[in-house]
């Protein structure tokens, strides 16, 4: 594959931008709020970190080839919960791969052993991008520990149009090709000036095997399914244009309790583009669940 030609990897365009990367910008070396944990799973180290707060713990889940460092805008302005626990996943970030081959279940349990650090019990999931697949992982694995969930632009749909032909490309990607494919892709164009800072930094400690098995394990069609998510749903979109009113029926359809709400500025990147914005939403919406 000549690292000129963007890899169109997922089947709409808010996941490709998660491929993002300015190779011409330093490194950014990720300022996250809350303590940071570890905590054990199988052979891995899970990295996470814990903001204190009184009310509903709330699990933060990331997405392709980023880290918990996402959500560090929009921690410190979530009212009416707590603790917030931001969690790398497995081979992201601060968490080591372990043996395991990288899967959405994995990062899902991931999650639920670093619940389990700080006292367990019911969570409502915050995912951000393919960290909505996490999420309904989560609730088909621990039902009885998900309180709600809120997709911060993040589909539940397959994610490839052509499995076959994206399984081609990625067998056919090399460690060489990464960081230039990367830079030859476009910035978001109604990303924030805090967007296109933080953006470089947090793609550039992406690693290249972790970043291929989570875009492998998107090939498995178990992933997806019609079965239905019973708590409720919060979905956080912005100006996408994936987000078609087809698109909200069959996300209203897997998610019968689905709630919508708007960010009228932004990328795909709310967290960074409209922390404040986001943040209410979130609090809005957790603080009257009884989880």
């Known amino acids: 594959m000549r690292a000129s030609q963007p890899l169109r990897l997922l089947a709409h365009s808010a996941l490709p931008l998660s491929l993002i990367l300015l190779c011409s910008c330093a490194a950014i070396v990720p300022t996250h709020q809350g303590n940071v944990r570890t905590a054990p799973l199988g052979d891995a180290t899970i990295s996470f970190t814990v903001q204190p707060g009184r009310g509903n713990a709330l699990l933060l889940l990331h997405g392709w080839a980023s880290d918990s460092s996402i959500w560090d805008l929009v921690t410190p302005l979530v009212r009416g919960a707590g603790p917030l626990i931001a969690v790398d996943a497995p081979g992201h970030g601060g968490s080591t791969r372990g043996s395991a081959a990288f899967t959405y279940r994995l990062y899902a349990e991931a999650a639920h052993r670093a ?23 989560y609730w088909r694995a621990f039902p009885n520990d998900t309180c709600a969930i809120v997709l911060i632009d993040g589909s539940l749909r397959p994610a490839f149009q052509n499995p076959d032909a994206m399984r ?17 892709m476009d910035a978001p164009p109604q990303a924030s000036v805090e967007t296109l800072r933080r953006l470089p930094g947090m793609h550039r400690r992406a690693d290249f095997s972790a970043a291929m098995e989570a875009s492998r394990a998107l090939l498995d069609n178990d992933l997806y399914g019609d079965d239905t ?7 956080i979109i912005g100006p996408n244009p994936i987000w078609t009113d087809e698109h909200l029926r069959w996300m209203a359809s897997v998610a019968p309790q689905l709630r919508i709400e708007r960010v009228r500025h932004g990328s795909h990147w709310l967290t960074w583009d409209a922390p404040n914005e986001v943040a209410e939403l979130v609090g809005n919406f957790v603080t009257p669940l009884r989880c």
């Open 115 to 137: 619940l389990a650090t700080q006292g367990g019990g019911s969570a409502v999931l915050i995912a951000h991008s393919n960290g909505g697949y996490v999420a309904r992982e």
């Open 229 to 235: 998510i019973g708590a409720p749903v919060l979905l």
């Open 168 to 184: 081609d490309r990625l067998a056919a990607m090399t460690e060489d090709a990464w960081g230039p494919l990367l830079a030859s």
